[in-house]
């Protein structure tokens, strides 16, 4: 068996090196993390990931990597153990569709924009993210404890952020999305995600997250 | 497979629905295709892709799978008798991945915009980026190609479909715009390539002419002007 040699670039807040991570500790992957100064490239990470000069970047025997959902899905083809992605072509593609979809709609032009707006854009961004969660709280609806039912999978290590990272939006940016009477499967399933023994004690410590992007509002307000 | 058990929803300008296209006749796939009107959405579009109510959708089985690249992936992994279209190593598998998600996330993008930009000065300001992607393409097709004729080696693959579907829009903006972004001093392999990829037996008669692209792009533009126009 060729060696294993395993390297990760990340930044200790950033949600898309935390998916990449969880993957890794899902398949019993050992790797050595390499923090990044995403504010000070090094020139490590400017050789590595010329094209978008960002994090996560995996290194697996010399073979450089990036972009996080491409990491997963090399991730899970490379080490078959514990699965992410379902068997099935249809379920996968299911997986896939509603990944993309919560990174665009939740995540980058969803949650984030909407703690940082003022005015009528935050109502607009709000009221969007809202309805794009709706849609995942319709896919939770009666599926067990995770998207795949009781395991874990792509899908779940796609959202994740949700579960630790949107209450401290909700927070420092003073808006209200997750509403746990509106959304009582997504709220569930947010418990579960947290608890799971490959994420809980990995998760940045809150109140550093909070300094952090209290922060980037200030810096970022549109 | 029978004809009816697959069905396309598309719209024969979108290079996101002649990606399917081509996958579909790489695979020898029958088919059934119903032309959407962008203005006129059938209720089988609504229903099949409530979310973002667009083509492409395939649905076969009766059951509707949406957005192009999850599509190709999806007849690649459901039809494996027919030619691989993804590679088999995990490591090319994602460089094709990481390149398609360039492409349709940061280089179309521009070639979307560059088609409404006026003004000489913007025009150039794009186009500098535009051709600094075809750049860093030129390059990941030296690596992935190995000598070969297509990013996908011998044979068409993943890359190829996901950037080759966008040479039609290429050269109707190329002609929109008044200058040439691929050309064979500067990206020689992609000049080869295109001319090599929009001849393949799975291509021809996808990509819409150059002509009637253009021809479309001035009638959207006009019934924009319009829409914006102080009544």
Known sequence: MESQEV?????????????????????????????????????????????????????????????????????????KQCPLLPQDPYDRAK?????????????????????????????????????????????????????????????DLALGWISYMLPVWEDVGSIKIMDPTRFPATAAWMSEFVNHPAVKDSLPPRDKMIIYFEKRLKELEI | MAKSDVKLLGAWPSP??????????????????????????????????PVHKKVPVLIHNDKPICESLIIVQYLDEVWTSGP??????????ATARFWAAYVDDKWFPLLKELRTTEGEEAKAEISKKLKEGLVLLEEAFIKCSKGKGFFGGERIGYLDIVFGSFLGWLKAVEKIAGLKLV??????????????????????GVIPETDRLVELAKIIQARLKAQSAPK
């Open chain 1, 7 to 79: 390297k990760l670039l990340g930044f200790w807040v950033s949600p898309f090196v935390h998916r990449v991570e969880w993957a890794l500790k899902l398949k019993g992957v050992p790797y050595e993390y390499i923090e990044e100064d995403i504010f000070n490239k090094s020139p490590l990470l400017l050789e590595l990931n010329p094209v978008h000069k960002k994090v996560p970047v995996l290194v697996h025997n010399q073979k450089v990597l990036a972009e996080s959902f491409v990491i997963l899905e090399y991730i899970d083809e490379n080490w």
């Open chain 1, 95 to 155: 997986a896939r569709f509603w990944a993309k979809f919560a990174e665009e709609k939740i995540l980058s032009d969803g949650a984030w924009r909407a703690a940082r707006a003022k005015g009528d854009n935050r109502e607009k961004a709000l009221g969007s993210t809202i309805e794009a969660l709706e849609k995942i709280e319709g896919e939770l609806k009666g599926k067990g404890k995770f998207f795949g039912g009781e395991s874990i999978g792509y899908l």
């Open chain 2, 16 to 49: 996101f629905v002649n990606r399917v296209q081509i996958a579909l006749n790489l695979k020898s796939v029958d088919y059934e295709f119903q032309e959407e009107k962008f203005d006129n959405k059938s209720e089988l579009l609504l229903k099949s892709n």
């Open chain 2, 84 to 93: 691989s279209i993804l590679p088999s190593d995990p490591y090319d598998r």
């Open chain 2, 183 to 204: 050309g064979e001093l500067v990206t020689p392999g992609l000049a080869a390539w295109a001319e090599r990829f929009c001849s393949h037996e799975a291509v021809k």
